[in-house]
């Protein structure tokens, strides 16, 4: 059962269902010298691999479900996957994207006491964080001391970079950028394919695959994703910078998840917006105006603190229950 698509050949198959230049024309182009050519014969290969399960689910061009999920939608409004448990194929996507071999960077930061996350974070990445792909973590700290010695995958790697102590918890969430943007320009540009900033106060528990990559992904906040958009907390105020209108802003996204193409992020988000999350009220503005290529959904930050509703069918990460007097050097919220 082919789809329209697939009649029409290699021209409309993106490797991730996104309207990007460089991947609807069947090809992407890595770092690592590599030209990938993602054409109609990963159907082929998925047929094969699918083919030795118990169950068989017919696919479209995606590598997304077909019949499966009528209780969440899959797609936005702007036509890009919308990433549910059941929507989409795990072999088949992991297939897809292991032919280019990305190679993904994950910057985190555990400045202080947050190194304490880090045996947790990386522990539980190696059993469910983009498996059997190349995965650099770059360890931001001011104490390679506290930086456990955790076993990891082959291809993967861990690298610490040093930066500053700080006094106030702010000026870490608030300096992540800048420090990134140095080290991504001096040595990550030159390491990685992609590209994902995360918090580290989380752990792994289920898959996080390669369905999560692309140009630009974001995660829908675990808060507001039932919400109407005219509800979202978004700053409404008419004269601040960050103001967003009424009838605007699609989601409401998590800013301690998200990532994308390194290069492409790199040049329009770090490059020129080293304060970008000064206000997180920014970044809900920068995706307004230049929408995810792939909108992951809360399954991709769930937390602790909240009760599991019946469509997180699958909880991949999820933020810890922390006492903030205790890991911020400042305290407080
Ligand atoms: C899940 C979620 O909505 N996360 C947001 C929320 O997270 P949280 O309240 O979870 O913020 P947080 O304490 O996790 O801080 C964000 C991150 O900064 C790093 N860090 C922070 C303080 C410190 O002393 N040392 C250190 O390394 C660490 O990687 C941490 O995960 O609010 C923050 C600002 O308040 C950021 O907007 C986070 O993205
Ligand atoms: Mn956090």
């Not at 890595?30 to 030209?35: A, I, L, V, W, Y």
């Not at 995965?135 to 001011?142: A, M, S």
């Not at 752990?203 to 509800?231: C, D, W």
């Amino acid at each position: 059962m082919l789809s329209q698509a697939h009649r029409k050949g290699k021209h409309e198959i993106t490797n991730d269902g996104t309207s990007n230049l460089k991947e609807t024309s069947g090809s992407f182009t890595c770092k690592c010298d590599k030209t990938l050519h993602i054409s109609s014969n990963w159907v082929q290969l998925s047929k094969g691999q699918r083919s030795q399960s118990a169950h068989v689910h017919p696919t479209n061009v995606f590598g997304s479900l077909i019949h499966l999920r009528t209780d969440v939608n899959s797609v936005t409004n702007w036509n890009t996957p919308l990433v549910w448990e059941g929507t989409f194929d795990p072999v088949v996507i992991d297939a897809i994207y292991k032919k280019m071999d990305p190679r993904v960077a994950v910057v985190v930061f555990a400045v202080g006491k947050y190194t304490c996350f880090l045996k947790g974070f990386l522990e539980s990445g190696e059993k469910h964080f983009l498996i059997d792909f190349r995965v650099t973590y770059y360890i931001f700290t001011d104490n390679e001391k506290d930086v456990p010695k955790v076993e990891l995958g082959k291809g993967r790697k861990i690298s610490v970079v040093t930066v500053p102590s700080a006094n106030r918890w702010q000026d870490v969430v608030l300096g992540r950028m800048k420090w990134a943007t140095i080290t991504i320009d001096k040595q990550i540009r030159n390491e990685a394919d992609y590209l994902f900033m995360m918090d580290i106060d989380s752990v792994f528990h289920n898959r996080f695959g390669a369905e999560s990559l692309s140009q630009l992904s974001a995660v829908l906040h675990r808060g507001n994703y039932k919400v109407l958009k005219t509800n979202f907390p978004y700053e409404r105020r008419a004269k601040s910078r960050a103001y967003i209108p009424l009838d605007e802003g699609d989601y409401y996204y998590t800013a301690a998840v998200w990532g994308g193409y390194l290069e492409d992020i790199f040049i329009h988000i770090f490059r020129f917006m080293k304060n970008l999350f000064t206000s997180y009220l920014q970044y809900f503005e920068y995706l307004l105006y230049n929408k995810p290529t792939k909108v992951l959904s809360p399954e991709y930050l769930w937390s602790d603190y909240d009760q599991i509703p019946a469509d997180i069918k699958v909880v991949r990460i999820s933020q810890l229950i922390k006492d903030y007097k205790k890991v911020r050097p400042n305290g407080g919220r």
